[in-house]
């Protein structure tokens, strides 16, 4: 049986968005998100990690958590997944350790100031994190993660919309 490899990395990215308080202020107000997932690579889809069930466990999360779940709503969480997996033929693929790069971020509408017919939406919070594991415990492994990220998108979101804590 091959060695298990989990490893939990907070990347530190160059994002214009993350979680300081300016970051914070933008969640401010609102009252109800959508969740959108990004397509999921087949390899890691192969291991189980799906577009429908990152998007439901979020869901799950951000219900437990009483914040509003509309599908209509502009406002958005997003999830995605990045990956890397071992070169075939350097490895024995099925083996090989996958790193999931995965990040959850809270986009809104925005509108600029120099030119307000000028409408886009934009990242205004985000969280990310990185996981290297065996393919065996990529599902597991990135659940994990996910309640994680979700966890810390509910504490900000709290931090400035202390109503929603009931």
């Known amino acids: 049986m091959g060695r298990t ?9 160059l994002h214009a968005a993350g979680d300081s308080a300016l970051d914070r202020a933008t969640l401010r107000g609102i ?12 390899q890691v889809e192969e291991q189980g990690v799906t577009q429908k069930n990152l998007r ?14 509309d599908s209509s709503s502009s406002e958005f969480v997003a999830v ?11 490895f024995a ?3 090989a350790p996958f ?4 990040t959850l971020a809270l986009y809104q509408p925005v509108q600029l100031v120099r030119d307000p017919q000028v409408r886009t939406a934009t990242q205004t919070w985000e969280v990310e994190t990185v996981v290297l ?19 810390r998108f509910i ?12």
């Open 99 to 102: 790193a999931v790069a995965i």
């Open 31 to 42: 009252t109800a998100v959508n969740v959108v997932v990004d397509p999921v690579e087949a």
């Open 56 to 69: 439901a466990r979020v869901e799950d999360r951000l219900h437990a958590a009483n914040i509003t779940l």
């Open 93 to 95: 693929v099925t083996r």
């Open 133 to 151: 594991a065996d393919p065996k415990v990529l599902y597991r492994a990135c659940e994990e993660s996910i309640d994680d990220l979700a966890a």
């Open 80 to 90: 995605r997944l990045t990956s890397v997996h071992a070169i075939p033929g350097r």
């Open 5 to 13: 490899f989990l490893l939990f990395l907070m990347a530190a990215g």
């Open 155 to 166: 504490a900000a979101y709290r931090s400035v919309n202390p109503a929603a804590e009931k």
